[in-house]
Each structure stands twice: as C-alpha cells, then as structure tokens.
C-alpha cells in the first residue's frame, strides 16, 4: 500500500493555459475523488468515481473543469482557459467500496498546488 | 442538508496539557463522522471516525474523540498535546438518510498550535 499519489505536486500556469493534474489512487479503491482547497477553507467537493464512471459533480466543477477516469485505476483533472481563481490546492482521494458506504473512509494524497499568474 | 462547524479558527493549548478542538454538525438522518489532520503543504490523513456504537472513538496519534447525539456534536480530544500536534484539523460529516451521496462535508478547519 503505497497511499494515493499526486502528479505534478507543484504548477505555476499563466492565466489562459490548460493544465492537468493526475492521481493514482491505493490500488483495489474503485471510488476516487477530486476536491478543491483555498486557504482557510475545508476541501470542497468536486467530482467522484466509481470504478470508470463518473457518478456525481458539484456546481463548482464549471464546464472549464473535466476529469476522467479510463480504465479505473488513475484519474486526470483538467482545467481549461485557467483563471487567477483556480488557484488552489487541488485534493485526490481514494476509498474502497464496504458494506456501508457512509462509513467508508476516504485516504488523500498530498494534493497539487496550482498557481495561476 | 448536512453541515459542519468548527466554531474556533485556531486552538493555543501548552505541551502536556489536554487539547480539545470543537466540532458541531447537522443532518437529516444518522450522522458519520470524521476527523483529519493536515500538515503544512500536505494532504488530509486520517484520524479516526464514528460510525456507530460507542461515543467515545478513539483513533491514531492518541487522539479520540466523543459523539454527543443530544449536542450533535463530535470534539476531538487528546489527554496530553505534543509540539508535534501542531496542524490543521478538519471534521467532516456524511448523511446517509434516504440513501444520500458518499459525499462528506468538510469544516474550516481549526489550527491547533502547541506551545512547548
């Protein structure tokens, strides 16, 4: 068990540029989330998988934003045309399917940090 | 709905005292519970969490924390801090009434400082 991984962990963009972000969750999770962190806040939600299918987005994730997750195992973020507002610390997070999904609990990986200038 | 409050930006407590960091929530149906530390440039780890039983849970590091259904609350706890405590801690909650998203709320966060 090597924990979820984040790739890059750091990215400085220019206001208008794509980037994408990467996240290879514990092996066995079939449930990856993306969440989204500015300071003083609490990570907000923005879309999770369940296996390779995308099964919940929040209205904060705006048509700019698109993730994917092709064969269920590492999932990309993609943000397109980035605004001075994107910037944020951009969170992963894996967890395994139980018999009580309220209960499950999600691990995070050390997250990308983006900056857009 | 389902929301969480951490009604303190920032808890001071001396090395070797008792700490608690204060957590409130509010759902529909029966509330999951969750506490995460986060460090400096770092991602959430896990603490421990309430599902059900026992209100006193107790989790990594020699944390634990007490559900209160009357109070709805879930204040984390730790019987003497450490300089190494020092970080952000998040509570999140899940309701799961009429079979509700996975996905969990998160509070601010509270900075915990400890003073050697």
């Known amino acids: 068990d090597t924990g979820v991984s984040q790739d890059p962990r750091h990215k400085i963009t220019k206001r208008g540029q794509n980037v994408t972000f990467r996240c290879d969750p514990i092996?066995?999770?079939?449930?990856l989330y993306w969440y989204r962190q500015t300071l003083g806040q609490g990570p907000e939600f923005l879309t999770y998988?369940?296996?390779?299918?995308?099964?919940?987005k929040s209205r904060l994730l705006s048509d700019r934003f698109s993730a994917e997750r092709p064969k269920g195992s590492f999932s990309t973020l993609e943000i397109q045309r980035t605004e001075q507002g994107d910037s944020a610390m951009y969170l992963c997070a894996s967890s395994r399917t139980s018999g009580n999904p309220a209960g499950e609990t999600q691990y995070f990986g050390p997250g990308t940090r983006l900056l857009v200038l | 709905a389902q929301s969480v409050a951490q009604p303190e930006d920032q808890v001071n407590v001396a090395e070797g005292n008792p700490l608690t960091v204060k957590c409130t929530y509010s759902?529909?149906?029966?509330?999951?519970l969750f506490w995460y530390v986060q460090y400096p440039n770092r991602g959430l780890q896990f603490l421990l969490k309430y599902i059900t039983g026992d209100n006193l849970v107790k989790g990594s590091y020699g944390f634990e924390a007490e559900f209160n259904k009357s109070q709805t609350s879930f204040h984390l706890k730790k019987p003497s801090a450490l300089v190494s405590d020092s970080a952000l801690y998040f509570c999140?909650?899940?309701?799961?009434?009429?079979?509700?998203?996975?996905?969990?709320?998160f509070g601010r966060g509270t900075s915990l400082i400890v003073h050697p």
């Open positions: 759902v529909s149906g029966n509330p999951y």
């Open positions: 998988f369940q296996n390779e299918a995308q099964l919940e």
């Open positions: 999140a909650v899940r309701d799961m009434k009429g079979g509700g998203s996975y996905i969990p709320t």
């Open positions: 092996s066995e999770h079939n449930r």
